[in-house]
């Protein structure tokens, strides 16, 4: 037994005399001399059957070619009528059987038959446009159904893997030029089939799959530009889908409107069964663009250079609220359909979500944590690009934040760069934030750990057919409900009457006591709730429920007189808070018998608080004590002599500029309204204030001669324009000479030029001279 280890399950082979398969070799590395030719240089000798002869041709020749027809697929009956199934069952019976013969050919003959043989590729084509996907609408099949469907999935995903390798052994094997050039002249792959194969094969098979397309696109780098050369077209999907639901996208203004699409419908008006394909339409794109994408994550650059990004936001914001609202506003159609259009929508926003990831990681975060400190600024400013041209879309940025926090990202970022601007990462994330105003933030925690389906009973995991919604299983519809999927906080007052009433509107029918142990049951994600009960699917607990029961009302279990909180709380007068109250100390109105002269007079007030004023003054520097009288402070058995070494060392700072409060204690000064009156006291005091006043140095109110003055200032500005190198200015020859005895050539030129620059306004400036004068010290003030 040969087999292939890979995704979940193992494939196995027997190996027969008539062929054998050898393990797969996608890596295309240099490779040790080998004596066998390629098969694109083979010469082979065979007998013609009309001369008899024998003559050499190459072994990939037509005349190779077994005459075999492969019929077209045919996808399994919606409806298990009888007759449908047994027609379904034959077809597939002879497809299944040419893939087997097809795969049992030696190497050079099951070359010849792909390359030369153009019903094997209408055949394979046919399986990839017409089998089920997952999210496809389908009854649950026969068990033949399912058999056969298992046995055409491994055989033709058996098929294109053999197809994509191009050394099977030392013996058998083609030059990897050659197989580049077969493989794109002759169309076996391009980048539809790609997308086919990714989205139908991916799950369980990514590690394989990944090798297949990764050696499809070095050995043939052409496709890179076919790729590039389709992404208008993946972009036109997205404008297809926003015309066609009546809403303006980014490059509906750069091209006239037609007079047929002024009648198109919104979403919310146009039938239910268009709304339906519409959603199905997104589902297919969705999951085949991130199945792509995840598998072949090369492939971002060439998405990122058609600004792929900023066109999926803008999608995003643009066509999933429409579509959700729609979808919510038909609540009296049929409930089984919007709920599995629902879930539909749900999986498409996740997979958007991810594509953005992917992308976003693929071409900024990788690059910056595999790239050294001098190559990683480039990945940083797009980074910071991308974000900065998303900021108004609020909806994409809630979502996804709820699903990829960006503070991670840039968090990361700042761990790699000590140079990020952190002014344009502060500005993202407070729009990020801004974003959540009036949402509740939860994360989805749920979507990001859901594990990957695995099916333990076939080969691999095939494209099943999901019959509605009810065929899924809760860990799919957990990772289609994406951010819904969230568990929230605990709720009360108006948001969980906003959130019943959410409920309510969609299914009138059920009462608030129901709705709200829903929510309850399901974290309060109204979405979830909504998904659970048009599907049936509701935890047994709450089946069993009267589903018309009425919410009770809960009593405030805090009193009022309990809660309630002012500045006069548990003072003397708080009836609340004590029983008793001193009533001698109400009164209402003014208190009989007093008067202002009588307030004025009352001295209570003063007296109680000179005894506080003079406990300050009880710090002197000596005490004086009586003769016999022991000191208040130290007791009698301590007569340790007092230690005056420091007395004359000024402590602290003592500079000629201090101020006497560091040197010197100010002595104590009861306020006078607080001092006793003692007779002959203000006489000394306004004598003591004579003395200090005549004693006090008298100011110095000496004023320089200004023209002293004047000659140190032009002194000092002759000497400024000398250090800069200006040329003396001889604007002190305009003075000139006394009158009556002729005046210089100098004094001529300087009055003249003083007359023809003179200012052309009185006054000269004179009040702004006087000030600089006053602050020079030239006037008194």
Known sequence: MLSYLHGPTCIAYSRSPHWTLPLPSLEGGPRSTMPALPLDQLQITHKDLKTGKLRTSPAL?????????????????????????????????????????????????????????????????????YVPRKFDEWVAPAPEVVDMQKRLHRSVFLTFLRMSTHKESKEHFISPSAFGEILYNNFLFDIPKILDLCVLFGKGNSPLLQKMIGNIFIQQPSYYNDLDETMPTI??????????????????????????????????????????????????????????????????????????????????EIAIPELESAIK?????????????????????????????????????????ESSCDNIQGFIEEFLQIFSSLLQEKRFLRDYDALFPVADDVSLLQQASSVLDETRTAYILQAVESAWEGVDRRKATDAKDSPAAKNPNGVMEMAEPAGGTSSLPNSEEEECMGAAAAPGPAMCGVELDSLISQVKDLLPDLGEGFILACLEH????????????????????LSQLDRSLDRQVKPDPTPLLTSRHNVFQNDEFDVFSRDSVDLSRVHKGKRKGENTRSLVNDKREVLAQRQRYEQYSVVLEEVPLQPGEGSPYHGDDYEDEYDDTY????????????????????????????????PGEGQEEDEDEEEAEDEAPKPDHFVQDPAVLREKAEARRMAFLARKGYRHDSSGAVAGSPRGQGQSRETTQERRKKEANKATRANHNRRTMADRKRSKGMIPS
């Open 522 to 541: 399901y974290s309060y994600d109204p979405e979830q709730v909504i998904n659970n009960i048009l599907e049936g699917r509701l935890a047994p607990a």
């Open 329 to 369: 506003k038909r609540r009296l159609e049929d409930s089984k359909l919007l709920g599995g259009l629902w879930q539909r929508l749900s999986h498409s926003r996740k997979k958007l979500l991810e594509i953005f990831h992917i992308l976003l990681n693929q071409i900024c975060l990788l690059p910056v944590l």
């Open 61 to 129: 020749h037509p005349e190779q070619k077994a005459d075999r027809y492969f019929v077209l697929y045919k996808p399994p009956p919606k409806d298990n009528i009888p007759a449908l199934v047994e027609e379904y069952l034959e077809r597939a019976t002879f497809v299944a059987n040419d893939l087997d013969w097809l795969l049992a050919l030696p190497h050079d003959k099951f070359w010849c038959q792909v390359i030369f043989d153009e019903t094997l590729q209408k055949c394979l084509d046919s399986y990839l446009r």
């Open 647 to 678: 007395d004359g060392n000024q402590v602290g700072a003592n500079d000629a500029d201090s101020d006497d409060e560091l040197i010197s204690r100010r002595p104590f000064t009861i306020p006078q309204v607080l001092r006793t009156k003692v």
């Open 235 to 316: 972009l036109q999907v997205f404008s297809n889908i926003l015309q066609h639901c009546g809403l303006q996208g980014d490059g509906a203004s750069a091209t006239p409107q037609k007079l047929e699409e002024r009648g198109r419908l919104t979403p919310c008006d146009m039938p239910l069964l268009e709304l339906k394909d519409i959603v199905l339409y997104l589902c297919d794109t969705c999951t085949t663009l991130w199945a792509f994408l995840d598998v072949f994550p090369l492939a971002c650059q060439t998405f990122q250079k058609h600004d792929f990004c900023y066109r999926l936001a803008s999608f995003y």
